[in-house]
Structure formats: structure tokens, C-alpha cells
């Protein structure tokens, strides 16, 4: 099971873009990036998930470069509202499979 | 947009009772999950159920713990008897089986203190 590393958390100000990295350097040929989002008291929600090179969506950016040894969730311009714990996994991806959290990066975006 | 509802929202026992905490998955997900977050740590994987039986369980999810889909529509997880270290947030999931992503729809969890 590939382990991932990020950092315990962030500061950013509301408007600002933030990026945050995670290392998953044993991360296997089958597995997938997913990126979940969890504010306090409530259960983890699904943001992001990729493969390689870049997604995007409505919500956020991951850039995952050739080696897929990290990848980077970008949030444009956050708000107070993007205050949460963002986590990275890494595995299978379909139907079935478990979700491995970390520890997981808090950020925290001021006025 | 349907979502996964779960009951109680807060649950207080005594060590050595049991509890039974409820949730309701979207209807369409035929995989269902129970993870759970104890205060100031990370969400922690039980098991996962598919096809009316545990296709994976962690080493936390002893036989303490069990699960059941009685109707179609509710999963429930069982703790038998209670311990202090059960303390924590419980939080059914679910996934649908067209999904190319690892995206599980969670509830809002129930707080389970034992006391």
C-alpha cells in the first residue's frame, strides 16, 4: 500500500490560489490519485481523482507529473468556506475498494 | 441530490451495552462501507459489504462488530459490548457500482460516546 505524505497544514488568505502537495513515492502502476475534502463533524467528501498529467473539474486542479511519485491539488481562489482537511489516497480505483486516509493537510483560509 | 443519512446523530451508552447505529445509503450504491474517526485522528476503514456479505474488514472490526443489510435499504453496524476506546465518529459510506472512481458518498456520521 503506497504511503503518502503531506504536510500537516496550510495558512492561505480568501482569493488567494493554494497547492497543496503530496508525496507518494512507492505508488504502484494500478493505483489512482484521490483527493477527499472533510470539514469538522461531517464525513470526508470527494473532490478530485486522476491518473496522471492534469484533471480539473469545478471544484479543484490535481497535476500529477510523469513519475507519479506526488501530486498537487490546486483550489483557485479559496474562500473562508474551503477551511478543511484535505487528504490524499492513493490506490484501486472502481467499485469495492476501501479508502486508506493519512493524516491529511488542515487548511485554514483567513480574510 | 440524494444523500446518505445516518441515525442517531449522536449516540451516549455505558461500557458493555450494545448499539446499533443506522444509516440509509443513496439506492442506487451496491457497495457500502463503515469507517470511523476517533476525536483528532484520522478516518479509520472497518469494513465494506457488497452483495449481502463483508468483502473486507480491518483488524479494529472484531467480533464485537457486525453488519447487516435487514431490509434493502438500511446498514447497520452492531457494537456488541461497548468499550471506552469505541468512543468516536462512525461513518457509513456508499459507492455505486458504475463508478470509475474511487468516490464513496459518506453520511454525516453518528457520535458514538461510551461512557
Known sequence: ?111 | EPEVTQTPSHQVTQMGQEVILRCVPISNHLYFYWYRQILGQKVEFLVSFYNNEISEKSEIFDDQFSVERPDGSNFTLKIRSTKLEDSAMYFCAGEAPTSSYNEQFFGPGTRLTVL
Open chain 1, 1 to 111: 500500500l503506497a504511503k503518502t505524505t503531506q504536510p500537516i497544514s496550510m495558512d492561505s488568505y480568501e482569493g488567494q490560489e493554494v497547492n497543496i502537495t503530496c508525496s507518494h513515492n512507492n505508488i504502484a502502476t494500478n493505483d489512482y490519485i484521490t483527493w477527499y475534502q472533510q470539514f469538522p463533524s461531517q464525513g470526508p467528501r470527494f473532490i478530485i481523482q486522476g491518473y496522471k498529467t492534469k484533471v480539473t473539474n469545478e471544484v479543484a486542479s490535481l497535476f500529477i507529473p510523469a513519475d507519479r511519485k506526488s501530486s498537487t491539488l490546486s483550489l483557485p481562489r479559496v474562500s473562508l468556506s474551503d477551511t478543511a482537511v484535505y487528504y490524499c489516497l492513493v490506490g484501486l480505483t472502481g467499485g469495492g475498494n476501501k479508502l486508506t486516509f493519512g493524516t491529511g493537510t488542515q487548511l485554514k483560509v483567513e480574510l
